[in-house]
């Protein structure tokens, strides 16, 4: 069993690997949402072979045909897990791991003790222990680690950086193309012309927004590549056909986003773009590996970073140009051969509700000390004490999720039944209500935040006028049109890890000459520079940023940052996060004062839980109550610890 975190990773995997078994006469069968009755039939009544799968699909075997599981599996040798890293620190592998430790579950009831070996495969795995537990969760010792050392290419590298003026960064973007814009674009097509190339964004609106640019001016330039998007929204046919395009020999770009991150079949690209800075160092080298697969050819990678000028009404940390400097140390960190270390789920009542509705729906009831055994101990839900799981079900049964029956069998409720037979029920994460967008009957893809009628719309790499919206439906009707909008999409920034932002210190603090900027990037680098020596700020921890206002450098990661003002917001100090540090609108003298004495919070994680917002995180978030809730996040989402040593160090340096 082949498990994928794509779609479309699996079927570009069953197409190669249905060729190869072809010759061996070895039946080869892929399982998601888009595969027909017919085939998935096959594989019930005759078992074997290869079977290549989604975790969200294998759920669905438990729920929907667990009288099949015995003869399904029955057989089943081999385990192999693709793109390790992306299930490693999410719900998503933590649901995957759990379905993996039923399916063994199951094997040791029907098979006499015979189990299946796993091999999980991963370029980009900064955390090797991780890893092993993922694959053996009592076991890690067992895991053998098999690495790919002959993987020395030359890389070709820069970072291009882009000045743009007070003017164009007071003007309102929403609906215009700002110049610095139409610059990057133009220097993206001139560095791709002739040639495949992947472009990433940081988010699917920069994907259609560039995009577009780039057709428009490929097309005065007459320029006669193509310009394509991929991203998740759109149509499975618009992201193959882009796919199609780009493993073809005609030079074509596409404009994308984690989608083609994976290991996706496009055939040899010669660049990679990436607009803004990445989010980790992982994604980073991830993407960067997209380019130079043959023998002989370099991995070339350009990144785009805007920055805007400070004007009279920004404070210090606009003058920092913080986006250039992310860049430049994630860059730095790449070099280094650092990796994030993963960050194992810890508190996740959410998948873990998940499984109990599962559990029950595949054994139509099931006592709560056998769900313990099954779930927990020993299991992927480890860290759930038996107590926790307890108020867990207690709450569950609350909200009608589950009922318990005389002799103590839990049951699903009215409400348990109404999840389980949503069809987003089988998938870890949340999922947002889709609205499709259609032309002519035909599918181009779903947007989660609706346009208005008669607005212009930027969406599958091509405009729109928007003609009806139709709310019963979720539909929204467009036709080409020559105007354009870009859609806006949900998601937001990715978690920075702390050694980031302690590399982005290091940056401003030193002078040394990166030689992969081009001339504006050292430039702006210069200038965050002159701005952090002449406020002192890589040195000192609180920084006066006038009478009446004090930046307190934190220059740490996203978990730590969201702890501390939690715990700042718990004490009454209201502030602004910057990232790299929190602004609090209160003199240096008194902010210090404050600290030196400041309370101790380690043992109030709850507490300082209860400051979080949002307060729903994951998908059955908003089954819990407030008590349950505030151990998921102070668990999952916060590090109590790690804030409590920067105060403690910040204190005693104060004192």
Known sequence: ???????????????????????????VFRWHGDVGASHKAKLVSEPGGVLLITPESLESLFVNRSEYLRKIFSGLRFVVIDELHSFLDNERGLHLRSLLHRVRRRMYETTEGMSFRTIALSATIGDFAAGQKFVDLNHPENVSILKDEDDEKEIKYRIHG????????????????????REMAQDIVQHCKGHSNLVFANSRENVEIFADLAKQIAKKQHVADFFLVHHGALSTYIREDTEAVIKSDRPATAFCSSTLEMGIDIGSVRMIGQIGPSWSVASQLQRMGRSGRRDGEARIMRLYVDCFEPSSKSDLFDGLHLHLIQAIAISELMLEGWLEPAHTPSGDLSTLTLQVISVISETGGIRADALYQQLCFKGPFSDIEPWLFRDLLLQLGQVDVIEQMEGGTLILGLHGEKIRKDRRFYAAFQTEEEYVVLNE?????????????????????????????????????????????????VGGPGEIHPKVRQKMREVLASDRVYIYLDNEAKSLLNDARHVAQSTNLCNEVLVPLGPSATAMMTWTGTRIQDTLGAIFQLSGMPFNDKGIGLVFKISTDELS?????????????????RQVWPRWRRKYDYLLNDDLLDISLARGFLDIKGAQSFITELSSALS
Not at 13 to 21: N, P, V
Not at 461 to 473: A, F, I
Request: contains cysteine; proline residues 8%; hydrophobic residues 35%.
């Open 1 to 27: 069993m082949y498990v994928g975190p794509l779609k479309a990773l699996i079927n570009d995997q069953f197409r190669r690997i249905e060729d190869l078994c072809g010759y061996l006469d070895i039946p």
């Open 162 to 181: 882009y000045r743009v003026p007070v003017q164009n960064s007071e003007k309102n973007k929403s609906n215009q193309v700002l110049p610095h814009l």
């Open 441 to 489: 009957g035909k599918k181009l893809g779903t947007l989660q935040i609706i346009p208005q009628c008669d607005d212009h719309l930027v969406f599958a790499g091509q405009r729109w006028l928007v003609t009806e919206v139709d709310l019963d439906r979720h539909e929204i009707h467009v036709v080409p049109a020559k105007g354009w909008k870009p859609p806006k999409f």
């Open 593 to 609: 004062s404050r600290m030196k004495k400041f309370p101790d919070f380690s043992e109030k994680a709850s507490k300082v839980a």
